[in-house]
Structures are given as C-alpha cells and as structure tokens.
C-alpha cells in the first residue's frame, strides 16, 4: 500500500513537473515613451491581451518621458542590462548597441511572412544592418510644418510652397502680432530639424550621403548655406519668447494653446499639442499641415521628406516570447488600433486616415517621397548627433555663424565617422 | 651555549616586552576588525573606481566591451582646450563665489533673526525657511520651470507684469548671460534653510550669560555680534562654508533639470553637468573619464587643503 502511495506521489510530482516546463514563467520587461494617457493604455491593452493568451507570460512596461528614457537608456546600456523590449529610431544609436553585443539579432524570426507584412520597408531597414535585425517599426511619418487655419486666416496669408514665400507669411503674421513660430529648442533636437530640412532641400541625399561616408564634408555649401538660411529665419525673432529655454512640450502647449501660428514637428503633434495644452484639448479642427517649403535652386527634390519614426528593439537577453510579443503588437489588427497615434507601418491599411486629413497628408507624404533622410541626431553616432544639435542651437541662438556651425559638425563627424 | 635541559623562565623585563606587544597586535588587530567592513565598502566604491577612472581617461572607449584604443593623454588636451569646459569651470566657481558671498549670509541673518530675535512667530518662519530644503532637487528644479516660464500665466512675469507696467515676460532660463545667475537663485531658494538650520544649531551652543555679560559692559548690538557671536559660531562657519563650496561644486540634478542639460548654448555647463552630457550621453566614457580625474583633483585639493589649514583647530577641539 504505501509503495503504491509512494510511486503515485512520483508519478504525480513529475507530470506536475512536466507540465511546469512547458509553462515556465517568462517576464518581458518593455520600456516605452508613450506618456499620453490614452496611448499609455492602449500598449497596456495589447500586454493584457498577449498575457491573457499566454499565461505563462508577465510583460512589465516602464513608461518614460522622451528625455528621461534616452537617459535612463543610456545607463542601463553601459551597465550592460538592456530592458527586453524598448523605444528606439533606429540608426546609429542602435546599430552601435549592435556592435557591442547588447541587442538580440532577430532576423530569424523576421524573415519571411513577418518581413514581407511591412510597407514601410525602408523604415525597417534602419532597425537592422548587414542582414541583421535588431527590431522593427511601429509607425514612421514625416516632420512638417502643423499650422493653426484660424491665425493664417485671421493674418490673412496662404499656405507658401517656397522658403521665400514662407519668409514672407513669418513677417506677415508678426505684423499680425501673431507670434510665427513655436519651438522649444532647449531640447535642441527640435531645432535640429529645421536646420536638416534646409539642408535636405539644398544638397538632397548626395550631400549628406557624402558627407556621411566622408567623400563630402559637412562643410560642404549646402550644410553651410541651410545655417544662412536658418539665421534669415532667426533674424526675422519669429519664435515664442523664451524659446531658448523652452523643452519641447513646453512648445507644444504654446502651440495648443493657439499662441503660435507653425510649428515643424513630426507625426506625433497632433496629439502633443493637445495634451501639453492649458484645456487638454489643443487647438482641434484648426490644425493643418503642410509640407516644409522648397528652397529655390536647390538640388534636392521638393518631396524629399525629412523625419522618422518609433519603434521597438529587442534587447540581447530577451525571451523568444518578447519577439513574438512584438510580432504581435506589429499584426495588422492592432497597426490599425494604434493608427489613433502612431502612422501604420504594415500592408493593407492604407484607408486608415481616411477621416482624418492631417494625418493622411503625412501619411501620403511619407509613402510618396523620392528619398527619405532620417533624423541626423538618431541617424548618425550620438556624439555627431549631439554635435549637430549643439551647433544648430548655436544658430538658433545667434552666438556662431552658419560656417562656425557647420564647422563644429563637421570636426565631430571627422572624428566618429572615419572608424 | 649549552643546551639546557630547563626551560629558561623569561626575566620579568621580557615577560613586559612581550605584553606590550601582544597588547599592540591585539589593538591592531581590534582596529582592523572593526575597519574592515567600512575599508572594503570604501575601497570597493570608492578607491577602486578613482583607479579605473584615471585608466579609462587613457583611452578613446564607449563604455561597451573593455577599451582598446590607447590614446596616452589626448583626453586631457581636448578637454583643456574646450571651450564649454572652460565655460563649465568658469560656472562652478561663479556658483561657488556666490555661495560663499550671499547664500551664506543671507541664512546667517536669517539664523540671527528667528533663532534668536523678537521676532513674532519665529517658529512659524523657521519651518516656512526650512521646507524648500525638503523637496528632492527634481521636484525643485520643475517647479521652478513652472514659475519662470516665459508661458503665458507663468508666475514669475504674470507677477512683474502687474506690478509693472509694459512689462514684456522674460524668458529667465533663456538668456545665456543669466541663466547661471537663475541658476544660483534657485539653489539658495533650496539651499539656504539648510545652512540656517546648522546656523541655528551653532548659535544654541554659545552661553546666553556671554553676551549679556557683553551688553552689561556697554557693547551694542552690532558689538556683541561681531565680537562675541560670530567668533564663537567659527567652527560651524567654517563648517557650512566647506559645505557650501563643495555642494557648488558637486551640483548635477537642479542644474540638469532647470536649465535643459545645461543650455541654452551650454551656458548653464558646470562640471558635473558637462561630464554627463560630454561623457556619458554621447558615449565617450574615456574623456568622461578625464573630466572626472580633473573634477576629482579639484575637489581633492580643495578639501585637503582646508581641512588642514581651515578646520584644524575645529578637529583639534575635540
């Protein structure tokens, strides 16, 4: 009798055993910026849900501000512990995790259906290197210019399709008593964006692509020449006051407050001007959007688009389940779920922004472009990066000329981009 | 010498000889018992990381993987010639000058006022002064964003605006020649109760009976002040100044926060805050290893040599 209790009680220990190896408990911890409450809730949603389907599976997500997470990033990355699954832009910054071992190649898991479900195929090239994947997209856009219909109009000005006409509404709307422009370039990487889209339009993707495998320069006339373009701009003050100062949410509450006529900024606007504005509202149907302006003979074409976009990395240490979690959160179901404030990256929703015309002139924008440029500060290695921001903020500023800047971007990139 | 088949008994001369010594091991070996875990913790945080900083300074190292690339002292000599470090030393001392000049004073008088005057609810002010001093140096720097925003509705320029009239808003963080000034008002805002509190302490120590016996013999108020008070409050005066100086020197958070990392245009740059921003955000942890060993030099000197020229007798005291 007791023999058989005895053996029972093995069978009955391994089976349990068995069944808990299949179901080994698996935690996935994502880091994410979305900080907007309904977006917040929406990630936490598609988590519930993968949880529920896998109940072996914990998801913890740490939600960080756009600053604080590129910080906290930072650290963790030297420490040599990246998070499972975190925001990234892809680009340097990420490929040079790469290089030092600390994110998860996933290029097996993505080749095939899961590869070929992307639209966006360029975005999700700058998420890998040498045939190697280290994440994927979740939505790409544009950067340009959000306007406020009410103020053009109360101004009196039309939308301007070149850099001189542009000039022309910014005086415009100052003799309006409007104020043009709202930025917030005490964050820098907004500012850094006007400086590449002139650049973009001056020299196209040859100039820059030169000077990134370093048979050009950053020196070169078109990097020179959009500083001279950018200093006309600053000279005309068509900034919020203080905007030196100011972070980027900041500008974004001044331009949902309706105290700003323009603001170039990316896909994610519509949604920030209305959270960081005083009724939480934003300026609503009076938001616009157009195109950043064409520079009079310059070689790059008029439809080049400047911008990026957000997506997530696999760290090295992840679980498979991470990888499928993120092919999960990429499914064309919840792409469309998430079109509320990210631009789809996959196939076959194409009619998403259907009601919504701001985001379906970003949308075409992006689709139609003859070339893409990427952000330079994600683009390129962050001390280049950071040095493009820092020279442009110069610019901005008025406390160096467009040669002194263009120089400084260059000495870093002639020290980062020759290895 | 024979051998001697008895043990030859130790003459009481050596019999003392040999208990000192045991009574010195066995100290030694007390002293070190006790040391140990505070050596280990210090050796482990604190030494051993000063070492590796001044070897990592040698190299041109992003902090992934162990650094290769031997560079002897470029680090060094593209850090001396930076303009924005120059900036940032320039920064530090400026915060450090005005430490020293207002801050303290300011919470010495206000020490004198409700630690010891007739002041009307003394104990009310006493807690209102301390309490910036209990925000975290975050919370502190956000706020004051808040309240000097060039925003519309923002504090500060609503406040002037209705005191003055045309006032146009400033925006206070976005001057590159006064941001540093902003800065420092900010930190005495935060800083200063605490310097009142160890104030305070200090004045409880000194007898009452001195000075009435000072104002018995005539002196004025500004008299007792200066020759009876503030003599006997040295030691904590030379303590908050110690104090003061390497708080300037040491300040990341407030300033990182307050001014953007630093800007506009890295006006706001102190040393700490150029270390981050020049070491680690862009991943050149071997020159943010050089500004480290200088920052670390600085700062040594600084307390060695006031700690043995300054507070000496403060230590001798006791």
Known sequence: ?419 | MSISRFRVLSTPYEQAQTDRRRRQWDKALFVALFTLPGMSLFFLFVLIPIMQSAYFSLYDWNGFGPPTKFIEFDNYTRLLNHSIFQTALVNSFTLMILSLTIQLPLALSLALLVGRGKLHGKKFFRTVLFVPYVFSEVITAIIWRYVLSPNEGALLNALLGAVIPNFQPVGWLADRHTVIYVLFAVLTWKYFGFHMILYMAGLQGIPADLEDAARVDGGTEWQVLRFITLPLLGSTIRLTVFLSVLGSFQQFVLAWVLTNEGGPVNASQLIATYLYKFGITQLKLGYGSAVAVVFFAITLVFSLGYQRMIMRRDYAAN
């Open chain 1, 1 to 419: 009798m007791r023999k058989y209790l005895f053996l029972m009680l093995m069978l009955v220990l391994s089976l349990s055993l068995g069944a808990a190896s299949a179901q080994e408990p698996v935690t996935i911890d994502w880091w994410h910026i979305s900080t907007e409450t309904s977006q917040a809730a929406y990630w936490q949603q598609l988590a519930d849900a993968y949880m529920a389907a896998n109940p072996n599976v914990t998801i913890n997500i740490t939600v960080l501000e756009n600053a604080a997470f590129k910080q906290r990033l930072t650290t963790v990355m030297q420490a040599g512990d990246p998070p499972d699954l975190f925001q990234s832009w892809g680009g340097a910054v990420l490929w040079t995790y790469a290089d030092n071992g600390l994110v998860r190649n996933i290029a097996p898991e993505l080749e095939g259906e899961w590869k070929d479900s992307f639209a966006a195929q360029a975005a999700l090239e700058l998420f890998g290197q040498n045939g190697e994947y280290y994440g994927v997209p979740v939505s790409w856009g544009a950067v340009g210019m959000f306007y406020n219909k009410s103020l053009f109009e109360k101004a009196g000005v039309e939308i301007p399709t070149t850099w001189d006409e542009f000039l022309g509404v910014v005086q415009t709307l100052k003799d309006a008593g409007i104020t043009p422009i709202a930025l917030g370039e005490g964050e820098k990487w907004p500012g850094h964006f006007w400086w590449v889209y002139l650049a973009t339009r001056l020299g196209g993707q040859e100039a820059f692509l030169k000077a990134y495998d370093r048979s050009g320069s950053f020196t070169d006339e078109p990097f020179v020449k959009a500083g001279e373009y950018l200093k006309q701009l600053v000279d005309m003050e068509p900034f919020n006051a203080g905007f030196l100062g100011m972070t980027h949410p900041e500008s974004e509450g001044v331009f949902g407050n309706g105290e700003a006529a323009m603001m170039l900024m990316g896909q994610w606007a519509p949604d920030a001007q209305a959270q960081y504005s005083a009724d939480g509202q934003g300026i609503g149907d009076d938001l616009g959007w157009f195109p950043f302006p064409a520079v009079e003979g310059g070689l790059g074409h008029p439809d080049d688009v400047f911008g990026g976009g957000d997506g997530f990395a696999v760290g090295a240490n992840a679980p498979d389940e991470a990888v499928d979690f993120l092919k999960f959160l990429t499914n064309e179901e919840n792409q469309r779920g998430s079109a509320f404030f990210l631009v789809p990256v996959v196939k076959g929703l194409d009619d998403v922004f259907a009601d919504d015309p701001v985001m379906q002139s970003i949308l075409t924008a992006r689709d139609s472009a003859p070339y893409f440029q990427m952000y330079y500060d994600q683009f390129l290695p962050p001390a280049v990066g950071s040095a493009v921001n820092d020279a442009v903020e110069t610019i901005f500023a008025g406390v160096a000329s467009p040669e002194e800047a263009a120089q400084a971007i260059e000495e870093a990139a002639a020290m980062e981009l020759s290895q």
